[in-house]
């Protein structure tokens, strides 16, 4: 059945069905969640009284800074600690045509027919923060389904795009030798967020300034909350264990500490703040659709009412609409 | 009905390196709107595993000339997923043309032209 025409009853059944370990079951509701609108708020429904059981790492980086292969390496080191692990791994939408060319799984042959590995490609669908609209509720859905440990792909990323860090509990950002100097190690953002840096293509030139320039911008930050750094070549999976020990290790100080619960209360105040904002920008888009905005756009063109005003008339109706759409 | 949100899985199961194929064919139905999912050169295992965990809508593989290992292929996403139509491209002798097409499956070898297959993949997944 399509997945637009599954009722509430048809999505509970689902889900009783990928708790009991049935995978189709599991990937149809993660396509319910991508697709969004009443299944997903039903699914939503189903989760709600699920405590979060698992852990979750993002891996994030730049376009071509090996994060898949180096994800590969680390499906392995994973399988071993926790026995099972799961894998969103999220590459971008075309604005242009909608579609996607979603590559990750060309570099993770290694596991890839494993019972015990579940991997999941998303589009970005027009998220902008590096990951996908859904894919915050696809890493509860997992949990929900007792996936003890999710690893998150993000798409390449540049600077900013930093949902990941709200979205995960230990982030590994992935750099490679010859990247930047010491100004770029120190700019904000990216180098902010991560509680481990990967040095991946360790083999090639520039190890050493790369990695003295990312100590020296870390050199002012207090031990216990310096990102350890370490070196891998992910195409012959050298490197990973040490990875994966870096990753138990800071996985083990956050819980000690108490630092992973004030995480997880940040990571649902992200999830709710984006979920309103998804339903306020679709709201939005219909409020400019149905050309409510059309006359205040006139009169600012014409000069006789400025932007500020026509804006504080909008977002009344738009907040109107709002509150219409719930009580409905 | 459109593209929007329609999975394709893209797999190659024959053994030779040849990428261009597959990768144009993948790129031309990006640009239609789908999402299409490259899993590379794949064992038959793996075709089956990832046309679950996807949840794609179409299975499309490039066979280089090894139809025994595509019709294992098929044989086994036909027995998970028995609803997902499946196509096939690349190197296909006419014999093995005869056999995929009494299998179910649709086959576009050499000289296929991009925008029947895309046609294709919009009618296997409903999308036209």
Redesign the interface.
Known sequence: MAVSQLSAQDTDQLLERARAGD??AL??L??VL??GGDAAASVERGLSSRGAGGYTVGITGAPGAGKSTLVNTLLGEALADAGRVALLAVDP??PL???????D??RM?SH??SSQV????M?SRGQLGGLAVATRSARRLLEACGWPLILIETVGVGQVELDVASTTDTVVVVLNPGWGDEVQANKAGLMEVADIFVINKADKAGLQATRRDLESALASLPAERRPAIVETVASEGRGAADLWAAIASHREAITLSGELASRRQQQLRAELHGLIDARLEAELDQLFASGAADTHLEAVAAGALDMAAAGDVLLRELCRRASAAIAG | MSTAGKRILMAKTGLDGHWRGPTVVAKALRDAGFEVIMIGMARPEEVMQASIDEDVDLVGLNIGGHVDVAVRAIGMVRESRPEVPIFVGGVVPPHAKRKLEGLGVEVYPPGSQLPDIVAAAMRLTGAA
């Open positions: 995978r189709g990937a149809r993660i396509s991508e697709r939408t075309s045509s909608r579609g996607a060319l979603l590559g799984r060309v042959h890839a027919a579940f991997i999941r490609s589009a």
